[in-house]
């Protein structure tokens, strides 16, 4: 009988525990997600930044999908490119240059978010700068963690959230002609299937490739080198001058 009732009142203490375990767990979770509450309200693009973090290092977890604007000013054609609109990637000109941005079919990134306003936001060009625009939308805009009440210039690699989705802002301004290829890349390219070489060498003055294919180091003129009349040819060289080219070009080349 005594040991039956040992029996019993152990069971009861070790109920109480785990009943007290149990209601610390759940205070401890409660604690936890009002900090995560906070900590999206106030600072969201940290919090978005950690939870990326995590999924990146998730085995196995592929096709992560990074939302991005990107402001692109090319001469005097102004645009956007995006991933915004149907997670695809795509070119936006608008002759105002204003892209307005909310659930309305009609704007010109539409995106079905239901925290996002009929008109949330734009984006605008505007004395050689990008803009964000908040049209008092409910739910607000953020740049950077921070909410946005007037209109704030973007910057490269600001990140903007509106309604539940957060994308990267990069700005485009800048461009630069990169060298010519060196004639034997080109001849490496040609060896690859389905490659002409004819449609690859019509891309190259003479005058750039000069030196890859000459054993001199003086500016022998191409024309008198070759025996070729390339100033007679408006659209690059005939065929039977390309193919003459690779012919002494290969017979320069010492076989290693």
């Known amino acids: ?48 930044e950690i939870l990326q973090m995590e999924g990146r290092s998730l085995p196995g977890v592929t096709g992560l999908n990074v939302s991005y604007v990107q402001g692109v000013v090319d001469d005097e054609q102004v645009y956007l490119v995006t991933n915004l ?3 695809q990637t795509q070119t936006l000109l608008q002759p105002q240059r ?8 009609h704007c010109g990134i539409c995106i079905n978010d239901k925290y ?10 505007d004395e050689d700068e ?32 509106i309604g539940s989705l957060s994308f990267y802002f990069f700005y485009n301004q800048t461009s630069r002609v990169l060298p010519t290829v060196a004639i034997e890349l080109l ?34 003129p191409f024309t008198k080198n070759f025996g070729l009349d390339y100033q007679n040819s408006n659209d ?12 002494r070009f290969f017979s320069r080349v010492t076989p290693s």
């Open 187 to 220: 001849m490496q390219l040609s060896s690859r299937k389905n490659c002409n070489l004819d449609d690859t060498l019509s891309h190259v003055a003479p005058g750039k490739y000069l030196h890859e294919i000459t054993d001199t180091d003086k500016a022998i």
């Open 98 to 105: 204003i892209w307005t941005i909310g659930r309305d079919r």
């Open 85 to 87: 609109a149907e997670n």
């Open 116 to 125: 996002l306003s009929r008109r949330h936001a734009a984006i605008q060009y």
């Open 130 to 161: 990008f803009y964000l625009v908040d049209f008092k939308s409910t739910n607000g805009c953020f740049v950077n963690g921070e909410r946005v009440y007037e209109t704030i210039k973007l910057k490269e690699g600001d990140r903007i959230r």
């Open 1 to 48: 009988m005594t040991d039956i009732s040992k029996s019993n009142l152990f069971t009861l203490q070790t109920s109480a525990k785990i009943a007290e375990f149990q209601s610390k767990e759940i205070e401890r979770r409660l604690s936890l997600y009002q900090v995560f509450v906070k900590l999206y309200e106030h600072h969201s693009g940290l919090l978005d």
């Open 236 to 247: 690059g060289f005939s065929t039977e001058q390309k193919s003459e080219i690779l012919d």
